[in-house]
């Protein structure tokens, strides 16, 4: 059950509520959304009729969900807004051109990120990725600049004027990550690793949510509510394929998931083509693919030399491949979108179960 | 190996050459392309060398493969051509506007076929689908109306113009189903029924062949080789999901199949989106993401009274639905073959390891 | 529903009943068990009382069950006795000895089958498995020596006096395979090949069933029940392991399908580790495991050069192996059972659902 | 490539090895194993000539190996010692006794952990598990009791003599909890997470290491190096079932893994039937398999009203049937080690590729 105030509800109205739950032994929790407060039900509730409150001052309305999700379902903001020290920004979700956010694996060095910034900008895209903290399999293999590759980042996007995302893994971390990139970003390994995940639950930018490597739809949402209860509505989704026994792709693209996120909640929802598929010649259209069935965005691998990355060097494009994509997304989006507007579309929105 | 021989080289020119092969020891197989005679060879054969036999009179050229489905990576037709008794005629792959074949799961009876047919051919659809012999899970469930489902809908596709397309599973129905369609059909239960594929083989009218449950790409290149190393070069390879671990689909729809096979094989490429998702709210969605990555075209149930359907009912959609399916599928390679030509393309052709 | 009647009943009973249910829109099948016969209702009857028939003449008991697979859940031979022309015989099931069942995964020629046969028997194996008709993925590899393999394999068994196991995949060479084997096997790849499963069906002598390659264990039961169905009751399930995303195994062996299918069925459980794994080095190891959860048997590949195998040799053992095998086997079986008798043990019998 | 150093070697002879390997470009790290320490080139060093540095001081042995885990493969503790604040003292590993780890999913209450530590240990476990920190799929789900939970557990553990062993999450919690474990618990969704795999490599007691959920036998292997490579050799692995499309069962256990990693590495393996299941009908018979395929032990969800479970409820098992499995463990582990002692088995281990 969540508990949705006006904008013009009073702090006390709120702590009368959280009262009344209370009294009728339930816990909550008070999550800020973009314009209102919400009170989340965290106690089970099915038996209680909603109605009971929503005659309190202040509360709006009353949404009794069965989902497991209610914030991810109701609450999460369906268009992200991302700023930058650079001046760039981007608006990210429903109703917004398609957004490319593209950049090499791994930050290599302070170089090769500002040229490939400036070459991932006038290949059209929006946003700058780059791993600084890279989670390897291999304890061996090249684990990233850390915090020094994090502030190379951040002077390409401020040269560059875009935004930049990048991961962080470890909850000590993120203090010192956070004046360095635009988005955090949650990798796939991570997905499941719920204190990382109400850490940044708390911070004030918006985070990149990556599906685990063989996680469910449903333990996707799940772990977005993990942030929104935390405070942080600005979530981005990323479907980035799944582990199956097929051995022609690293993971399986599961673009229906796409599809069934859009229909389950209004976060925005990205693909990347490249950790999905691991080889450069299926990212193109497999990124028409995914604008084609409604996604928001994509995030792409990139690099001024695909062939000599530090890690994934299959899978990354070269900044004219980019151009190809940005300008397909475009094209796509502008040719379906109008399309769409001329119909009235039956909504697709369906109750999570 | 494969030896292919010039629209012109006699009969003996052939005979010659598999005597020569006989000679070294090797085994071959003669397959009567659309155009040309080829011979595979199918003998390990890695260390001859292939100029060896490019000199043979008639011979044109020898290609040395070490894909396991050599026919598949070469000699199989880019276009399938499906003639019907009706009229209807419809050209499937390469350079072709998509097809969209649609109809019910099941022939439920003489006149649903005909009316649904009726509807499906005003949405624009171009050929026939219904299953008259069908393989279901439980052996007590509607087990199809056999031979008798197939005369109505050879009735239908003649009433509405459509060539038909319809499953058989025993190779002793062939013979009796052949008269009644246009297009046999290979469900995904039979991929690897070996005898099947290769009675089909056999068969002058085009195969659509379904890739298995579970089958990897590699299988399904190899079930498609059995049909056409038996002399049947029509064959129409279709991606309908895969079995994974998400509970949200029936199957997850792998577009990235789509993508591959159309760089390792020259055969054209369907999607089976109903089938893949299990959920009509998903199909038309993913039909954009099918046709945005390059599938030749869909293969969709439709029923006239979606809820009413004897099997698969979760999965028909209406034929206004279908419509716009159609319409999208033709705006998208549209659009999207325009883009193409006015760029040139790197192949995307790679070698079957 | 099921109608189960008394051995006296006479066939009019039978017919009564028939007529009785069609009398109420019921559809039925009459099927011969060992030792009675019983009617399988195959409409569905959900709201259909029980008793409305438990008082008709020569029923003993009406079972009403929710499972989709009734026969296997009820009525299949608990204990599967197969004969030999050599005088061998097994009996195979509840409160038998393991039974394991070796030899090649082809057989290459008939003097290797019938050395080998030797070598298993005296190794303690007590029936001969060998593939005569291959089900191979790619059309150029070995496809088996067809009836002349299967002639040779019944010379072997009689020689050895072994029963023979050997797998159909066509059901046109059913009645010219079965004078020469004495249990028909179904491979992996045909277990959704619903028609050959009717016409084993058919048979007189005992089915082999493996598990689908990426087949839920509620897929294999319903895949015994067309056999049941159409009035053969021995039926032998296999575990052969299933497709997963691990790459250090040819499949991954479930033997919680073990565990739930004695659950679930009464009809005896093989366990296969040879393909299972794909690796000979953990094969003992396994067959260790499938022994002491549970399984009726093992069916082993097993080779007098296991590194010359034409098919599949990374996987065969040795006869010294296989006669460690056989005697973990008697140990482990004898050890438990021992125990388990000293033991009420709780019964795992539950409703398939 | 590892450098052993014999145990009389002085701190002199590493620093001469460390300066030769970086004259030579290579990187390396000093970890201090049980006995004597290693030195770990991490550096790609496949051309450098193992001779090269076997001739240095207090060199015994250089290992060249391909594997990605030399340290899992060659120097983990094959019997992990795990001690107590109560006295109970445990050796899990090769040539060992089976080890059985029981306890309730989660510590619910001071009264509860410690009735339960009673009944197990009377049932014959020697380690008592509980959860304080709870992974949970949703935010909403009860989190475990945290610091509180483990001090409980500290207590039942004291209390019955018996060693505790408990997951952690949070690389914050590990030094507030040590005091309270004897065994750090790295739950299957924390595989990944490379940062707390590095914290607990830096502990002295020993970590207990689930398989991820979709994990490959590599992963799990390479997960574990990181703990050894950060100074940590008591891990201990644990198979807990995999992820796949079969519903019956919440994982598949994957039995293979163990007789694998049983040749791949030293490390102890155990298993873990609740998770892999998830219903307590199975637990028995799949934790004979497991012990019969050679795990060094189980970990069992045990409850003294298993239906009261605040989590897992349908898996965990009472303390009669706790103690079935003990003294199935038993009898087995007695029954197969006297009879592979009186054979020379062959050496199963296979290098790590």
Chains 1, 2, 3, 4 share one sequence.
């Not at 991932?120 to 090249?142: E, H, I, S, W």
């Amino acid at each position: 059950m969540i508990l949705s105030f006006r904008k013009s509800a009073s702090r006390e109205c709120v702590e009368t509520a959280v009262r009344r739950l209370a009294e009728n032994g339930l816990n909550c929790q008070i999550v800020a959304g973009a314009d209102n407060l919400v009170i989340v039900v965290t106690s089970p509730c099915e038996a209680m009729p909603g109605h009971f409150f929503s005659h309190l001052e202040g509360v709006e309305k009353v949404v009794k969900l069965t989902a497991r999700s209610p914030l991810a379902a109701e609450s999460g903001c369906s268009v992200v807004k991302i700023g930058s020290a650079g001046g760039g920004r981007i608006a990210l979700g429903e109703g917004q051109e398609p957004v490319v956010i593209a950049g090499p694996c791994s930050v290599e060095s302070r170089e090769q990120i500002i040229a490939t910034a400036g070459a991932v900008k006038t290949a059209g895209a929006q946003a700058l990725r780059g791993g600084a903290f890279k989670p390897r399999t291999n304890p061996y293999d090249f684990q990233g600049l850390g915090l020094d590759g994090l502030k190379f980042m951040a002077e390409a996007g401020q040269a560059s004027g875009m935004p930049v995302v990048s991961e962080v893994m470890d909850v000590r971390d993120i203090e010192a990550a956070e004046p360095y990139l635009d988005v955090f970003q949650v990798g796939a390994r991570n997905m499941y690793n719920y204190d990382l995940l109400k850490e940044l639950g708390r911070q004030t930018k918006p985070v990149l949510l990556k599906r685990g490597l063989s996680a469910t739809i449903d333990e996707l949402l799940q772990a977005a509510e993990y942030i929104l209860v935390s405070g942080n509505l600005q979530v981005i989704l990323c479907e980035r394929g799944i582990r199956t026994y097929e051995t022609r792709v690293r993971n399986t693209l599961d673009l229906s998931a796409v599809v069934i996120l859009k229909s389950l909640t209004a976060l925005p929802v990205l693909v990347d083509p490249s950790h999905a598929t691991g080889k450069r010649a299926y990212v193109r259209a497999l990124s028409r693919a995914a604008i084609a069935c409604g996604a928001d965005g994509l995030i792409v691998e990139a690099h001024l030399e695909p062939e000599r990355s530090i890690s994934d060097a299959a899978q990354a494009i070269d900044p004219a491949t980019l151009k190809e994509i940005v300008e397909d997304a475009a094209l796509l989006s502008d040719v379906l979108g109008k399309r769409d507007r001329q119909q009235s579309l039956p909504d697709l929105k369906m109750p999570v179960s």
